[in-house]
């Protein structure tokens, strides 16, 4: 390893802290979302449509990959620009009624930085930061017996494919 894990973090830190308008601006094209085409010159945004019209073929269908994993464990999901791999998961097993403990990591094999965010309606119960690609951050939850969403609220990310199921029973 070089140097470059601490930056890393430190750019996942202020990416969660900062609007994404301005994330944009700090981290360069590399990561700008396709929406924001208005802060970039023409032959980038061209570019960059045109990598939208490939990241979009045919992996979003719904339904993917479904896990179910008992409470108290870890379950790592895949990030890629843009899905998630597995779609829907499953923690199962739980005391009647009490919370369940489980670990989400989430390992972005993207180019692009994503992030993972628990939603319970439009009530966001954890998640992790957004972070660059060849990375893997993890987060604790502590989650009632109920049905959650998983989304990267990174751009336009949801829209494209990150999104994903998350039930507790
Ligand atoms: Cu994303």
């Known amino acids: ?17 900062v609007p994404s308008r301005v994330h944009s601006k700090v981290f360069g094209r590399r990561r700008t979302p396709n ?3 208005a802060l970039l010159g023409p032959s980038i945004g061209l570019a960059l449509a045109a990598a939208a019209v490939t990241g979009c073929g045919g992996k979003m269908e719904e339904g993917g990959r479904a896990v179910t994993v008992p409470p108290g464990r870890s379950v790592e ?4 620009d843009f899905s998630f791999d597995p779609k829907t998961v499953l923690v199962e097993g739980g005391k009647a009624g009490g919370r369940v403990r489980v670990e989400i990591r989430l390992r972005n094999q993207g180019a692009l930085a994503h992030n993972l965010k628990v939603f319970e309606g439009d009530r966001e119960v954890g998640g992790t930061p957004a972070f660059q690609g060849a990375m893997t951050r ?11 969403r998983f989304v990267c609220t990174v751009g336009d990310h949801a829209e494209r494919g990150m999104t994903g199921r998350f039930t507790v029973r």
């Open 1 to 17: 390893m070089t140097g470059g894990a601490a930056t890393e973090v430190d750019e996942a830190t202020v990416l969660r802290a």
């Open 35 to 37: 929406a924001r085409h």
């Open 77 to 80: 999901i895949v990030g890629e």
């Open 138 to 148: 993890s987060t604790k939850l502590s989650l009632e017996p109920g049905a959650y």
